[in-house]
C-alpha cells in the first residue's frame, strides 16, 4: 500500500513536471504553440473592442455612458443607471468579465 501511494506521488509529480509548458525561439510565431497562446493575449486585435465594452456596461446596468477608457487590462466604464445614480464598472479587456461594478447591481 505505502508503495502504491509512493507510485501515485512519483506519478502526480511527473505529470506535473510534464505540464510545464516550454517554448523555445522555433516555437515562436507556429500557430497552436504556447508562445503564439501567450503573444495573442497582449496582441490588440485580440482584445474586447470598445462596442463590445459598451454592450458588456450595459447588460450590466450601464444606461448612459459617460467615459470609457482602456487601462492596461481592463476598460473602466463610468456613467448612470436608469434611476440616475453614478455607476462604474470594470471590464477585463480580454474576455469581457466583469472585474468590478460600484455601487453593486440590486443596491
Known amino acids: ?26 516555437d515562436a510565431g507556429r500557430p497552436g504553440t504556447a508562445a503564439t497562446q501567450v503573444a495573442s493575449l497582449h496582441d490588440p486585435a485580440y482584445r474586447v473592442s470598445e462596442d463590445a465594452a459598451r454592450r458588456i456596461a450595459w447588460r450590466s446596468g ?6 470609457l477608457v482602456l487601462v492596461d487590462e481592463r476598460w473602466e466604464v463610468a456613467g448612470r443607471d436608469r434611476s440616475g445614480n453614478e455607476v462604474a464598472v470594470d471590464i477585463h479587456a480580454h474576455d469581457g468579465r466583469i ?8 443596491n
Open 62 to 67: 450601464v444606461d448612459h455612458i459617460e467615459d
Open 1 to 26: 500500500m505505502i508503495k502504491l501511494m509512493g507510485l501515485g506521488a512519483v506519478a502526480a509529480a511527473a505529470w506535473a513536471v510534464a505540464a510545464v509548458v516550454t517554448c523555445t525561439p522555433a
Open 99 to 106: 472585474l468590478r461594478h460600484l455601487p453593486p447591481p440590486g
